[in-house]
């Protein structure tokens, strides 16, 4: 089933998505506007994709401790719960930026929410879990 992925920023949501057929993450949009444009758009994206679930890349500082924007990413990922009722997941979110321009993203935002959704998948298939029937 499909999963999406949010890379939640100060201007922009970068979207990744795990499409049925799939076992690995693909950019799919960026957000952009006011934070009501940006829900009116997040509304319409779960309307259309209906995942089972969300993951929300969390920033961690290279220390490895909650960074400062955790809080307001966490009160994000609430509302998507509280909005949806749809089980939301967070993961470390260090460097996705980063690693996405460095492979040339064209939109780093949504590339850098594939990172973080392609870095949960990987977890959690190291940990066992199962998360798709194919």
Known sequence: MNLLGFDHGT????????PD???????????AGTEEEQWKQIDDLIRKQSPRSVVVGLPYTMAGKEGDQAAIV?????????????????????????QAAAAGA??????????????????????????FDL
Do not use: C, W
Not at 106 to 131: R, W, Y
């Open 106 to 131: 064209t939109d780093i935002d949504a590339s850098s929410a594939a990172i973080i959704l392609d870095s949960f998948l990987a977890k959690s298939e190291a940990s066992g879990d199962v998360l």
């Open 74 to 98: 966490r009160e994000f990922g609430a509302k998507i719960f509280e909005r949806y009722n749809i089980p939301v997941n967070y993961v470390d979110e260090r460097m996705s930026s980063q």
């Open 21 to 31: 057929d799939t076992s690995f993450a693909l950019p799919l949009t960026t957000i």
């Open 11 to 18: 201007e922009r949501i970068g979207v990744a998505i795990v």
